[in-house]
């Protein structure tokens, strides 16, 4: 492989030996720390994806001085700006406090590469929390946890995720997906961002970008043909903006079907007429659902060692390994 080729991945390599780091919710790791002593141990989150990366526990209840067992507390008042309060006695407030240590982890937190939040939490959870209004009346579902606020508005770039949404297969592998991009990103900008680099870590990315929205495809190929040494670091910044941005946009099978009919198109002069028609069947099969994309994929990746290709090797789309 060229030297110029490694970029995005030679970081996801590197990633495998010095581990990613993903904050995650303690209690769904099985640490005891909820409100009843109890805890909400997630086997997704432990034994599927735990091979992938290192978690970072955090409790924030726990962290401001709550204690185990405690009294629960959950959001109370405008939907946009709720209070922390208790269930049982409304003189229990921790809305400063919870939003100091978000606001201190979240300047801390630079180096993880994703966060899984516990659904529902007055203090984790990242979307959809219940707010209160009076003594029991339900105003809103629209409520977002005050701790998880503070990391997702410092940090915007940041793959989060909701525990209860892993369980379905797309979601889970999409999140998979943007926690190990965004390390890669994280590293080429530790190892010192230059021009080529980013030229480099882009063509990496094209096809999985293309499997995801074309138009940003599109977009970020134009906005990186007008790359000065002057524009460098305000150019970074959109491009991973926009990147981060359209790889949450689900990768539909007719869109993978596509990207990898493309790269069958670069393959075609090196392989013959019945293992192209193979490779057609099994793309087929997995637009209609009838296997997995690894079907496919493995396919690709065999003809790929005999008609090697410097453009193809380096595409992150097929060197995923989740
Ligand atoms: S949801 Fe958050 S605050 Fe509640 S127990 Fe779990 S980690 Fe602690």
Redesign the pocket.
């Known amino acids: 492989m060229k030297s110029t080729e490694s970029t995005l991945l030679s970081t996801v390599r590197a990633s495998q030996s010095e581990r990613i780091v993903v904050g995650v919710?303690?209690?769904?790791l099985g640490q005891q720390?909820?409100?009843d002593g109890n805890h909400?141990h997630n086997k997704t989150i432990t034994d599927a994806l735990g091979q992938y990366w290192q978690y970072l526990p955090?409790?924030?209840?726990?962290a401001i001085g709550m204690g185990v067992p405690r009294r629960p507390i959950r959001l109370h008042g405008d939907e946009t700006t709720p209070r922390a309060i208790g269930v049982s006695d409304p003189s229990v407030d921790v809305t400063q406090a919870l939003t100091d240590y978000g606001q201190r982890k979240a300047q801390e937190l630079t180096h993880i590469s994703g966060y899984i939040f516990?659904k529902g939490?007055p203090?984790?959870g990242m979307e959809r929390v219940k707010v209160y209004k009076g003594k029991n009346d339900l105003l809103s579902t629209r409520g977002v946890g005050l701790y998880a606020r503070q990391i997702m508005l410092a940090q915007p770039l940041l793959p989060v995720e909701e525990e209860g949404r892993l369980a379905d297969e797309g979601l889970r592998e999409n999140f998979v997906q943007r926690v190990h991009v965004y390390h890669a990103w994280q590293q080429l900008q530790h190892g010192g961002l230059t021009a080529r680099k980013l030229i480099d870590f882009h063509t990496q990315i094209k096809f999985t970008l293309l499997a995801h929205c074309e138009p940003t495809y599109r977009e970020l190929g134009r906005l990186l043909a007008g790359l000065s040494k002057q524009r460098l670091q305000s150019v970074a910044d959109e491009y991973i903006a926009q990147l981060m941005s359209a790889l949450k946009k689900p990768a539909t099978r007719t869109r993978h079907s596509n990207v990898m009919m493309h790269i069958m198109g670069f393959l075609k002069r090196h392989i013959n007429r019945g293992d192209k028609q193979e490779l057609i069947d099994a793309i087929r099969h997995y637009k209609l659902g009838r296997v997995s994309i690894e079907v496919p994929l493995v396919l690709l990746r065999h003809h790929l060692r005999y008609a090697p290709s410097g453009y193809l090797q380096q595409q992150f789309y097929l060197q995923r390994d989740w």
Do not use: G, N, T
Request: net charge positive.
């Open positions: 919710s303690s209690c769904l720390v909820r409100f909400k955090l409790c924030p209840e726990m516990k939490s203090s984790c």
